[in-house]
């Protein structure tokens, strides 16, 4: 098994900054691609952004383009959500995952993730 805790989140005014962390354990870290997934109230889980395994391929959602930066530290274990110019709409509670998604064109896909942090708020006020 898989252990994921994610840590970092807040409440944050409208224009500031958080960076997310989600520490692993349990099995070879580095063997993942990690992802970055959000829930607002009443609404579906959605990716927001992942990251293969080297770090040297990244994905976005097109809602959090150019304002949120997905990195990794392999050797810490360690993957991270650097979360810029942050808006009302980005109000959430984010996910860290783990999976094996065969592609970057999977990477959003919510089942191809096996593995799942507890979540941390994110609030940005107007």
């Known amino acids: 098994q898989v252990r994921l805790v994610e840590s970092g989140g807040g409440l944050v005014q409208a224009g500031g900054s958080l960076r997310l962390s989600c520490a692993a354990s349990g099995r070879t870290f580095s063997s993942y691609v990690m992802g970055w997934f959000r829930q607002a109230p009443g609404k579906e889980r959605e990716v927001a952004a992942a990251i293969n395994w080297s770090g040297g391929r990244t994905s976005y959602a097109d809602s959090v383009k150019g304002r949120f930066t997905i990195s990794r530290d392999n050797a810490k274990n360690t993957v991270y959500l650097q979360m810029n110019s942050l808006k009302p709409e980005d109000t959430a509670v984010y996910y860290c995952?783990?999976?094996?998604?065969?592609?970057?064109?999977?990477?959003?896909?919510?089942?191809?993730?096996?593995?799942w942090g507890q979540g941390t708020q994110v609030t940005v006020s107007s």
């Open positions: 995952a783990a999976g094996y998604p065969y592609s970057s064109a999977s990477y959003h896909l919510k089942d191809k993730y096996d593995y």
